[in-house]
């Protein structure tokens, strides 16, 4: 295991469903004071309603269906994102689920913080550790990147990089 400093202004993505907007809206604009310390960053048409909710700037990704989870799952990847609050509708079928459960697995490959509903995301915001400079612990996937492949065409050995 790795170590990486995430900073006290954590950068917080926001994201929900159609049917999940004005939770997160309002949990946002209940948890205004806190969300004015770090940096937003958002999908599609949340961001642009954080944006006029909160009257402060969000990052905007694309809306989730056009790739906005894959951009957001990108950054993730990247150490670009400290934590995740995402309002997803688990009884409404979404055209882009695997894009959804794809964003949510890379969250948990590198030990990101989500919140899938208002409770997680209420445990999360009021958090000590949200105020201060957090040591997380990133697993080490070198011996997984290294790994043996057996290509069938070739019949012989290759490693993954």
Partial sequence: MSHIAVPI???????AHDNKKKDLLDWAEYNREML???KLYATG??????????????FKLQSGPLGGDQQLGAKIVDGEIDSVI???DPLQA????PDIRALLRVAVVWNIPIACN??????IISSPLMAEIYEREVPDY???RQRPIEVESEKSM???N
């Fill in 9 to 15: 202004e954590k950068r917080i993505a926001l994201v």
């Fill in 158 to 160: 290759i490693y993954s």
């Fill in 142 to 144: 070198e011996s997984y």
């Fill in 45 to 58: 048409t949340t961001g642009r309603l954080l944006e006029e909710r909160l009257e402060r700037e969000v």
């Fill in 118 to 123: 208002r409770s997680s995301a209420d445990m």
């Fill in 94 to 97: 979404q055209p882009h689920d």
């Fill in 36 to 38: 004015k310390e770090h």
């Fill in 86 to 88: 995402f309002f997803w």
